[in-house]
């Protein structure tokens, strides 16, 4: 098992996963973890692009803890890479234990968003730099 100490990156989403996330057996769902993590990166591609940005690749998904109801799940992502029109955002998920407050890194992936105009076509990525 992957180590590390703490948070990379800026938090970019913060919530609670509650009973409604969960599957019958009690245990959240996979993919409301990969909904906030879309949510939260895609917040900080749209800070960066200044324009509509859409999702076009998600890469290296690992659960490497389960989240339980009542922890406290927090996003943190960056921008590693500006391309022409697209942009690599690793985003980090860590929950803080309900009741104990114990600090686990619980899931990372690496998101790909594309900046596109009105037509949903792709345009470049102003650079800030
Ligand atoms: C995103 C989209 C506009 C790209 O269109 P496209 O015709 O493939 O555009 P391009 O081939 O010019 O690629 C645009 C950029 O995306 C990158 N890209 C395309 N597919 C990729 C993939 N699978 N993984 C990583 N990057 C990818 C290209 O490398 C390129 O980057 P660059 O400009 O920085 O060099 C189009 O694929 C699309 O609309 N996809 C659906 C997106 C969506 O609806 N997401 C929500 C899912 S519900």
Redesign the pocket.
């Known amino acids: 098992m992957e180590e590390a100490g703490k948070p990379k990156g800026e938090l970019v989403i913060r919530t609670i996963a509650m009973p409604a996330d969960t599957n019958p057996s009690g245990d959240i769902f996979g993919g409301w973890i990969m909904s906030q993590m879309d949510l939260g990166s895609g917040i900080l591609a749209l800070k960066t692009a200044k324009t509509r940005v ?4 998600m ?1 290296g998904m690992s659960f490497l803890q389960p989240v339980r109801v009542g922890d406290r799940v927090a996003c943190y992502a960056w921008v590693e890479k ?7 955002i690793p985003v980090e998920v860590w929950v803080e234990r309900y009741m104990t407050g114990e600090q686990v890194r619980v899931t990372h992936a690496v998101f ?1 968003y ?1 900046a ?1 105009g009105a037509d ?3 345009i ?2 102003q650079r800030q730099d």
């Open positions: 859409v999702t076009v690749a890469d500006i391309g022409r029109t697209s942009m690599k790909t594309v596109i949903g076509r792709p470049a990525v």
